[in-house]
């Protein structure tokens, strides 16, 4: 397709289980960032990948959470043992050249429910 | 570090101007863009000021002053759908930081 695509749209899980989301971006767009939005809140940054290398991981919020990116093109980002303040919006975003410039292509998000 | 401030809810009648201010603390600051986002929805681009003045685009304007850390995003000609999440979100380094948004909404 022509725009960021994400999956699943929904996700409902129980606490200690791990899940994965997947992100394909658009086609040609080197940079891809993961953020995770909370209900009514703002877009908190956790990762970043330029090309297939993750120059900044600083905004995983723990060692539970861990992300990788192949091929230049599809990424997974991975929660492992979920607890129930992992629930959010995880937004997929690509951009056609890095640097923090560009502009965002969002997907529509995936939505995570821990019970 | 990077910190935006902008207000957390702003009311007004269809028809009408409004403006949303963003103030920012960041360190190699590139640019301010605004991105909307519809309950539910996407955050989808709006504008990008990498230079200090106005941008227009269509209804939206946005505004930068790089020496008052300060940013705004004005609409024009007030529409329900324009009732949504707006954020301001600086370019600095090569993370996008974005602010907590500021919700619009629009009254008949």
């Known amino acids: 397709g022509a725009g960021v695509s994400q999956s699943p749209s929904n996700k409902v899980t129980e606490k200690g289980k791990d899940v994965e989301l997947r992100c394909d971006p658009i086609?040609?767009?080197?940079?891809l960032y993961w953020y995770r939005q909370r209900l009514g809140q703002g877009l908190e940054f956790l990762i970043y990948?330029?090309?297939?290398?993750?120059?900044?991981k600083s905004g995983l919020p723990s060692d539970r959470f861990s992300a990788e990116r192949t091929g230049e093109s599809v990424s997974t980002l991975t929660i492992q043992r979920t607890q129930q303040e992992d629930s959010a919006v995880y937004l997929c975003?690509?951009?056609?050249?890095?640097?923090?410039?560009?502009?965002?292509?969002f997907g529509e998000g995936s939505r995570l429910t821990v019970l | 570090g990077q910190s935006l401030e902008q207000p957390s809810e702003v009311t007004a009648v269809e028809g009408a101007i409004v403006q949303i201010n963003c103030t920012y603390q960041?360190?190699?600051?590139?640019?301010l863009s605004w991105y909307q986002q519809h309950d539910g929805g996407a955050p989808t681009f709006l504008s990008y000021?990498?230079?200090?003045g106005l941008e227009e685009t269509g209804r939206f304007s946005s505004f930068l002053s790089r020496s008052d850390s300060y940013g705004y995003l004005l609409l024009q000609e007030l529409q329900m759908k324009d009732s949504a999440s707006y954020f301001c979100?600086?370019?600095?380094?090569?993370?996008?930081?974005f602010g907590r948004g500021t919700s619009l909404i629009v009254h008949p």
């Open positions: 975003a690509s951009s056609f050249t890095g640097g923090g410039t560009g502009e965002l292509f």
């Open positions: 086609s040609g767009h080197t940079a």
């Open positions: 990948f330029q090309g297939n290398s993750a120059p900044d």
């Open positions: 979100v600086s370019g600095g380094s090569y993370i996008p930081t």
């Open positions: 960041t360190s190699g600051f590139y640019g």
């Open positions: 000021n990498a230079l200090d």
